[in-house]
C-alpha cells in the first residue's frame, strides 16, 4: 500500500474546504473521466476535492458516519430549493406534479438497484421497509423466522411483535466475526431451517462489524427450502456495487438513503420481488390501488417530498463518482488503517481481513478497556466521535471513518 502521511490520513478524516457546487463538481470529475476505479483509489487530490464538498463539522472528528451521513453541499443546496418551491406552491404541488416527481426519483433508484419501478417504492427509512415486510406476512401461529444476533435491533424486535401477536417462532443464531468461508455462514443459517421457516431475515452488512454476507449463496440456499428472504442492506446500497440480480433473487430487500447515498434524511426504499406484492397486507390502507401493484404499500399519508425529490441530487452526486470507484476508495481507507493494526497483541479487531467481507465500516476493540470507556476518552481527550459497541460477541467501536466517506 503507498503510503500517504499521517497528516494527510489525519487530515483526510476531518475535511478542509465547505463549499463546493455542482459546476465545479463536473469539473472535478472531468479531470478523472478516464481513469479506473484502481488507478484513482490513491489519487488524495481527486479525493481531497471531493471532500470538499462535505461541510463537517470541525468541532469533532465524526467516525460514526453509518447511521446518517451528511449528505454534500451541492446535493444541501439544491435540496433547500425543493423545499422552497414546494412550500411556494403548497397543495398544487401535493396534488400535481408530486407524482411524476417521486416515480422519476423511483425509477432512478430502480435503476441504480437493477429493478424495475413496480419493484421498489421510497420509503422514510430501512426500519419501514423492513418492518412492513415483517408486519405484513400473512403469519400463522407456528410458523418460524430465523434472525442473527448482530441484526438490528428494532427489527429483531418487530419479530417479537409477531410473536406476541401471530404465535410465530423466531430462532436467533450467532455470526462468526472471522469466518472461514461463505459455505461456513451459509450452514450456520441452513442448520435453522426446520419444515416450519417462513422467512430468513439477513443484513448484507452488518453494521456493528461491517462483515458482508454471502446473501446469493444464503438465498438460492434458503429458496431450496422453500423459505423466502429479506435483505437488510441499510449499508449495502450505494457502498457496495451490487444489482438485486446478483443476490440469487432474494424477495425482499430494504435500504436508508440517507446513510451511503447521502440523501437528507428520512429517505429509503423497499424492493418486492414482483411475484411477492400480491401476498403483502400494507400497514396503511389504500383501496385505489390493486393487490399486485407496490403502491399499495406506500401509502403514508403526506409527508417531506422535499426529501424525495433530492433523492436525484443524491444519485447524481453518486453516480459522477461512480460505485466501482467509490467502493474501491472505502475499502482503501478501511483497510489503511485496519492493516496496521490488525495484528498489534492489544488491539481486536471485529471486522473479516478478507477485502471482500468488508468496506467502509470496521470495528475495534482495545484490551483492557470497555468499548464505553474508550468512546469516552476518545471524545473527552481527543474530540473523536465513535459508537461503543457492547453486546457479546462483539465488543468495540463501529467505526465509520469520515474518511472513508467519499
Ligand atoms: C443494519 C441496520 N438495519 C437497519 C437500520 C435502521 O436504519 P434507519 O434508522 O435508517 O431505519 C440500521 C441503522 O443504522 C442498521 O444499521
Redesign the pocket.
Known sequence: MSSISKRQFLKSLVGTATLSTWAGLDETLAKVAHLPAATLVQKESFWSDIRAAYPVTKEFIQLEN???SLAAQPVMDSYLKHIQQVNSVSSYYMRTRQFADKRESQTQLAKLLGCSTDELIIT???????DTVIGGLKWKAGDEAIMAQQ??G??QDMFKLQARRHGIVNKTLSLPNHPKSDAEIVSLYEKAITPKTRLLMV?H???ITGQILPIRQITEMAHKHGVEVLV?G??AFAQLNFSIGDLGGCDYY?S?L??WLGTPLGA?ILYVRKDKIADLWPLFADSSVPDDDIRKLNHTGTHPVATDLAIQDAIKFHTGIGIERKEARLRYLQHYWTDQVRHHSKIILNTPEAPARSCAIANVGIAGKTPTELAKILFDKYKIFTVAIDSPPVQGYALHPMSTRP
Open positions: 453509518g447511521y446518517y422514510r427509512n430501512t426500519t419501514e421497509s423492513l441484526d438490528y428494532a427489527m443484513c452488512m452488518v453494521n437488510d441499510a449499508h430494504a436508508s440517507h446513510k429509503g
